[in-house]
């Protein structure tokens, strides 16, 4: 069994900063990427940003220039540094992983969710 820990949202005026922490532990022998989703209500999660094991990111067009995507190997951890907060940022956001397990199993796993709320 694997857990993910989230923490680090919040409510913030538009302009401000957040940063979002994720760390996992449990049956794990590596991790792959690990990625930050959001949900907006009414609408689809979507990808904000993935960081793999070997330090490649990717990000999300309407977050590109203002989060900033990363990770601690040695803590099993991922981060989302967000700047310049708007209000259609506001959302669920969720930690994602991609890990082998003990096993040798390919697994994901999703956090619990924090909420980001950025008022204009």
């Known amino acids: 069994q694997v857990q993910l820990v989230e923490s680090g949202g919040g409510l913030v005026q538009a302009g401000g900063s ?7 532990s449990g049956n794990i022998l590596s991790i792959n990427t690990m ?3 959001r ?5 689809q999660r979507e990808l904000v940003a993935a960081i793999t094991n070997g330090g490649s990111t ?13 990770r601690d190997n040695a803590k099993i951890a991922v981060y989302l540094q967000m700047n310049n907060l708007k209000p259609e940022d506001t959302a669920v956001y969720y930690c994602n992983v991609n890990l082998i ?9 999703w956090g619990q ?7 204009s």
């Open 18 to 24: 957040l940063r979002l922490s994720c760390v996992a």
């Open 35 to 37: 990625a930050w989703h």
């Open 39 to 43: 949900q907006a209500p009414g609408k």
């Open 58 to 70: 990717n990000y999300a067009d309407s977050v590109k220039g203002r989060f900033t995507v990363s």
């Open 101 to 109: 397990s003990r096993q040798y199993k390919v697994q994901g796993y």
């Open 113 to 119: 969710g924090t909420q980001v709320t950025v008022s």
